[in-house]
């Protein structure tokens, strides 16, 4: 099974804990929950059902999770590391009412901080996630800490989190792997009176049978709904003629993978296909420029050339590529302005979309992993759907 070892977990707390002391940072909390997972599946492979969660990396001494009590056994199961202590400010993120966890033994933020204070200095405490905090579970935070700094040190964890290593790559491949043959179910079932939410069924339970953990989004929409941009499946019935978009992130082991291929349903209009041109005109323009050592700022600058030059720029509407990896979307995400240059074991996902033109509106979006001469995709079904529309192939003969 690929999966991130626990050797790489701990190497990835000795790079944080590197990090901090270089920085003067005398502890660091990294926040999350169910919701924005990502930066404490990262440090420890914790994810938390419905309550909050952190993981204190002091400079001296072993990491500590933190949780809240519902989701303990669970913790315990994923978490890499062995210690942990529950704080009643972790307890269920959507209610306001106050829970009783009779059986529950409690610590404080206060205990917890005075803890670490007794081996090491604590003046300086960075806070990885304070974006996703509550200002209420802030507020008990600093005055636990009786004193100390806080400092936001997302950009610390942000870069540590964009280069992916090897097993990481293998955790994105498996996801693409996993989200390609999904799609591949969803296309086949793509005919004239079916539902959205039935194609948005037959994806998600595909994905399930085959391995992932999760599904973050499955968006489907048809007709006149794609002009939405980003569509949740309806019963809306799809009809001959009608344009589908059809958005699949598919989760693997905490890493995600993307799959969007712009696709009309029975008898397809010239105005349709012109838009589907253009859209994967600008996709081959954009991996053109997805190379290490070629400025990021290029690659938005040669989409919006050749959209541009087709006469279609007031219907681009954001960046067309950004980072993944733990999330759907997450840093890089380069404008033409970016300065910063691609690098090998990048994970990024390309967004190449129109929006409101009369023709219609889809996006173009796929997983890829850039390599010391280029980008590699994992997603044998995207790859087959672009050499058969360059030939003039139904994607339906990709399907056979």
């Given at each position: ?46 994810w938390p059902i419905f309550e ?228 994967i005109g600008a996709y081959e ?116």
């Open positions: 099974m690929v999966k991130i070892p626990i050797s790489e977990f701990y190497a990835r707390f000795g790079n944080l804990r590197e990090k901090m002391v270089a920085a003067g940072i005398d502890a660091c909390l990294v926040y999350g929950d169910e919701y924005r997972k990502e930066n404490i599946r990262y440090i420890a492979n914790v909050r969660c952190a993981v204190l990396i002091p400079s001296q001494g072993e990491p500590l999770v933190l949780a809240a009590p519902e989701g303990e056994v669970m913790l315990k199961e994923m978490s890499a590391y062995s210690e942990l202590k529950l704080i009643p400010e972790f307890v269920c993120v959507t209610v306001p009412d106050e829970i009783e966890y009779p059986q529950a033994e409690y610590t404080t933020f206060k205990k917890v901080f005075r803890s670490v204070a007794e081996h090491q200095k604590l003046e300086k405490v960075g806070i990885v996630g304070i974006d996703a905090m509550p200002k209420a579970l802030y507020e008990v935070i600093d005055n636990s800490l009786e004193g100390a700094e806080i400092i936001d040190i997302n950009n610390i964890f942000f870069e540590m989190r964009m280069i992916k290593s090897k097993n990481e790559i293998a955790c994105m491949a498996k996801a693409s792997e996993i989200a390609d043959l999904a799609y591949r179910e969803l296309l086949k079932s793509a005919v004239a009176g079916v539902t959205e939410l039935e194609l948005a069924g037959v994806a998600t339970g595909t994905a399930m049978r085959l391995g992932a953990e999760y599904v973050p989004f499955c968006l489907v929409s048809s007709g006149s709904r794609v002009d939405t941009i980003i569509g949740r499946a309806t019963n809306k019935v799809i009809e001959d003629g009608d344009m589908v978009m059809a958005a699949l992130a598919v989760q693997y082991e905490g890493y995600i993978a993307s799959f969007n291929f712009p696709f009309v349903v029975g008898n397809m209009s010239p105005e349709q296909k012109q838009l589907i041109d253009w859209l323009c954009a991996v053109t420029n997805l190379k290490p050592g070629i400025i990021q700022g290029e690659l938005p600058k040669a989409v919006s050339k050749y959209f541009h030059d087709n006469s279609v720029s007031e219907y681009d509407l954001y960046p067309p590529l950004h980072g993944s990896g733990l999330a759907e979307a997450e840093s890089p995400y380069p404008n033409a302005s970016s300065t910063a240059v691609f690098t090998s074991n990048m994970s990024v996902n390309t967004d190449i979309s129109l929006f409101g033109h009369p023709y219609g509106s889809n996006r173009i979006e796929v997983t890829l992993i850039t390599t010391e001469d280029g980008y590699v995709s994992y997603s044998e079904t995207f790859n087959k759907l672009i050499a058969a529309w360059k030939e003039g192939k139904k994607y339906s003969d990709v399907l056979m």
